[in-house]
C-alpha cells in the first residue's frame, strides 16, 4: 500500500491540566459541574472545586507523598474521582487509574507494577457480579507491601491505613492556610515532560501495560479538542464514560479547556434517567450505547402491532437500501424515504429527543469502531455523531471528525500538530505531541511499539483519503490468516452482526483453521420475546440459550451476513453462549470490546469443538 502522511498546521500547548482549573476558577461563581448526592442535583461552581483541589492537594503531602509518588484511583466516575486526580497533579505525583470494574487481581497487579503509595477508593457498595470496591482492595492489601493508605470516599474505615476523604480535606485545609501560596508555586513547577498518570491498556491481547503519559500531552489534547470545536463553552456534556480510560480523561481535559457545564451520571445502569432529568447537549459514548439504542428502537418498532408495526417495516427496509446505496456511493431512494421519514423516522426521531433530555444536539463515539450502519441510522434521525480515534498511547484524541464535515466510516483528520501515516503494511502510524513517553518498566514494548523518531505503531490497519480523512479498517493482531492463506478482519464481520437486535456480543475465531466460526451471546430482552411468540416459557438465561428455537434465529441471522461475505470469510458454525460477556467475568474491557486472546484462552474447548471432524468447506 502506497504510504500517505497527513501532517495539520501545528499548534503548541501551553500550561497544564491544574493552570486550566486556575483559569477557570477565575470566574468563581460560574457552574462547572452538576451531580446527584442524596436524591438531588446540585451545582458545584468552578471556585468551589479549585478550594477542595487546593485542600486535597495539600492533605496529600501531610500525608507524605512525595514528587513523582504513584497515587492510585479505584473509584467509578464522579466529581471527586476529577479533584483528586487534579490534586494528585497539583503534589506533583502520578496518578494511576484503576477501572471501578477491575477484579481484585487485577487491582493488586496494577498497584504493585506501579508501585502505588496511595489509593483513593470511592465505596464498598456491592455490584451484581462483584463485592464493593473497598472489599475487593482489602483483599489484596497483604499483597502489596507499597501501599500505605488508602483513602475512602464514602462508609466507615477499617484499620489504621486508612482514613476518610472527609479527613483528608479536613487536613489539607489547615496546611494549606498555613501556606497558601505554596499551590501555585508547585503548580508553576510541573513541568510538561513531566509524567501526569500511567493508564494501564485494557489488554485485549495480553497483560496490560502501563502507558506514561504526560502534563503535555493532557495540555496538548485540551487545546487540540478545543480547536476542533466538537464542544463549547455554552455546551453541558453527559459524563459517564470510566476515567480510567482515556476517552474519558480527554472529556476531562476538554472540559478544563473549555469551561462547559460536566454532567455526571450516577452510573450507567441510570444514565436514561439522569439524560431525562438533566437534558445535556452532548454525549460521548462507546459505540456499544449507540449499538443499544438502535436495536432497542428495532426491536420496538418492529414488534409493533398491526399498521404501525408493518409501517415500521416497510421503513426499516427502505433504510437497509439507503445503508447499502450510501456504501456503494450511489443515491438512496428518494421518494420512499421521504415518505418513511415523515411517517417513521420522524416519530422515532422525537422519542429519542424525549428519552435524551431533549436538548441532545451532538453525539461523541469513540473507544472502539462504529458500525457505519448504525452510523447511518443516526445520520438520518438529524442527529450528529462525531467519530474519533485514538489510542491510550497517543492521549486518546488522535483523530475527529469535525461536526460541520463529518465523513461517516472515517475516524476524522488528525488533530492540529498530529501526523499521522500509513506503513507498507497498511499499520497506521502516528507523531505528534499527543503520544506517549512509553511503556513504564517495559523497555522492549516501548522499543517494539515507538520509533526514535517519535513514531508510534497503533496495531491498526487503515488508509487516509485525499482529504486527509482516516479511514480504520481492522486491529492488525486481529487480523484471521485462514489455513488458506486468506486474510480475514473479524470486527467487520463482528460489528454486522451486532447490528441484529438478537445478538449481544461476537467473537468470529479461525486463525490457521480451514473456516471462520463463531461464539455468539444474545440479548435477553429480544431472546425473550422471539421464544414467547413461538409459544416457549423461557426459564433462565442459560436456558433460553439452549433453545433450538433460538439457534435457528440465529442461524438465520449468519446465513443473511454470510450472503454479503466472501466465501472465505462466511462463518460456517458457531455458539451460544449460556451467559453473556461482561467485563466482571473478564471478557469484555472497560469500552466494551471483546478481549479476544483471553476469550480464545478461556473457551478454547468450545472453539476446539466447532472443528471436529473440520468437514465444511
Known amino acids: 500500500m502506497r504510504a500517505e502522511t497527513q501532517l495539520a498546521t501545528s499548534t503548541t500547548p501551553v500550561g497544564n491540566l491544574v493552570e486550566l482549573l486556575l483559569q477557570r476558577a477565575q470566574s468563581p461563581a460560574k457552574v462547572a459541574a452538576s451531580w446527584k448526592t442524596e436524591g438531588r442535583w446540585e451545582d458545584v461552581a468552578w471556585g468551589g472545586i479549585l478550594e477542595d483541589v487546593k ?3 495539600a492533605g496529600l503531602l501531610a500525608r507524605g507523598v512525595k514528587p513523582g509518588d ?36 487485577e487491582v493488586r497487579y496494577i498497584l504493585n507494577h506501579s508501585e502505588a503509595s496511595f489509593v483513593f477508593v470511592d465505596h464498598d457498595e456491592k455490584t451484581p457480579k462483584q463485592a464493593g470496591r473497598a472489599t475487593r482492595l482489602r483483599q489484596k ?13 464514602e462508609g466507615p474505615v477499617s484499620g489504621n491505613a486508612e482514613l476518610t476523604l472527609a479527613d483528608l480535606l479536613a487536613q489539607g485545609r489547615q496546611a494549606h492556610e498555613a501556606r497558601p501560596e505554596s499551590f501555585e508555586e508547585r503548580v508553576r513547577s510541573v513541568k510538561m515532560e513531566d509524567t501526569c498518570c500511567i493508564i494501564y491498556t485494557s489488554g485485549t491481547t495480553g497483560d496490560p501495560k502501563g502507558v506514561l503519559l504526560t502534563h ?7 487545546n487540540g479538542v478545543k480547536g476542533v470545536g466538537v464542544m463549547a463553552p455554552s455546551d453541558s456534556v453527559m459524563m459517564f464514560l470510566p476515567l480510567a480510560h482515556s476517552f474519558g480523561k480527554v472529556v476531562m481535559a476538554a472540559w478544563l479547556s473549555m469551561g462547559f457545564r460536566m454532567v455526571f451520571a450516577e452510573n450507567t445502569d441510570k444514565l436514561l434517567a439522569n439524560l431525562m432529568e438533566t437534558h445535556p447537549t452532548i454525549l460521548p459514548a462507546v459505540p456499544r450505547v449507540f449499538e443499544k439504542v438502535y436495536n432497542g428502537v428495532v426491536t420496538n418498532g418492529s414488534s409493533a402491532p398491526g399498521l404501525k408495526g408493518r409501517l415500521f417495516r416497510w421503513a426499516l427496509s427502505l433504510f437497509d437500501e439507503y445503508v447499502e446505496a450510501k ?11 421521504a415518505l418513511a421519514r415523515k411517517l417513521v423516522f420522524s416519530k422515532v426521531r422525537a422519542t429519542l429527543d424525549e428519552k435524551l433530555g431533549g436538548n441532545m444536539r451532538l453525539f461523541v463515539s469513540g473507544g472502539a469502531p462504529l458500525s457505519r450502519k448504525i452510523a447511518w441510522f443516526f445520520d438520518l434521525l438529524g442527529y450528529k455523531v462525531v467519530e474519533g480515534y485514538g489510542l491510550t498511547e497517543t492521549s486518546a484524541a488522535t483523530c475527529v471528525n469535525p461536526p460541520e464535515k463529518i465523513k461517516i466510516g472515517t475516524v476524522g483528520p488528525p488533530l492540529p500538530g498530529t501526523e499521522v501515516k500509513i506503513a507498507p503494511d497498511g499499520e497506521i502510524l502516528i507523531r505528534g505531541p499527543g503520544v506517549m513517553k512509553g511503556y513504564y518498566k ?9 520509533e526514535p523518531d517519535g ?11 485525499a482529504e486527509g480523512y482516516v479511514r480504520i479498517t481492522d486491529r492488525k493482531k486481529d487480523i484471521i490468516v485462514t489455513a488458506g492463506g486468506k486474510n480475514v478482519a473479524p470486527q467487520n464481520i463482528e460489528n454486522t452482526l451486532k447490528t441484529f ?13 480451514k473456516y471462520l466460526v463463531a461464539l455468539i451471546t444474545v440479548a435477553e430482552e429480544p431472546a425473550r420475546k422471539l421464544l414467547t411468540d413461538k409459544g416457549v416459557t423461557p426459564g433462565s438465561y442459560a436456558e433460553l440459550c439452549r433453545r433450538p428455537e433460538l439457534h435457528a434465529a440465529v442461524q438465520e441471522i449468519l446465513d443473511k451476513v454470510n450472503t454479503e461475505l466472501p466465501s472465505y470469510s462466511t462463518l460456517k458454525r458457531f455458539v451460544v453462549m449460556d451467559s453473556d460477556f461482561s467485563q466482571e467475568t473478564g471478557e469484555l474491557t472497560p469500552s466494551l470490546k471483546v478481549k479476544r486472546k483471553h476469550v480464545s484462552l478461556k473457551f478454547k474447548a468450545l472453539l476446539d469443538g466447532l472443528y471436529e471432524g473440520d468437514s465444511p468447506d
Not at 503535555?216 to 485540551?222: P, Q, S
Not at 456504501?327 to 424515504?337: A, K, N
Not at 517495559?442 to 515507538?450: F, H, K, S, V, W
Not at 437486535?501 to 483453521?513: C, E, N, T, Y
Open 455 to 465: 513514531w508510534y505503531h497503533t496495531g491498526d490497519i487503515g488508509e487516509v483519503d
Open 327 to 337: 456504501t456503494q456511493g450511489r443515491e438512496p431512494p428518494h421518494v420512499g424515504l
Open 55 to 57: 485542600a486535597l492537594s
Open 141 to 153: 492489601l497483604a499483597e502489596c507491601p507499597g501501599v500505605r493508605e488508602v483513602v475512602l470516599f
Open 216 to 222: 503535555g500531552n493532557w495540555a496538548y489534547e485540551a
Open 442 to 450: 517495559n523497555d522492549a514494548a516501548t522499543e517494539a511499539d515507538l
Open 70 to 105: 504513584r497515587v492510585a484511583i479505584f473509584a467509578d466516575t464522579s466529581l471527586r474521582w476529577v479533584m483528586c486526580d487534579l490534586a494528585i497533579a497539583a503534589a506533583r505525583a502520578i496518578t494511576v487509574p484503576i477501572y471501578a470494574s477491575n477484579t481484585p487481581d
Open 501 to 513: 437486535p438478537l445478538i449481544s456480543q461476537a467473537m468470529v475465531h479461525g486463525d490457521k483453521r
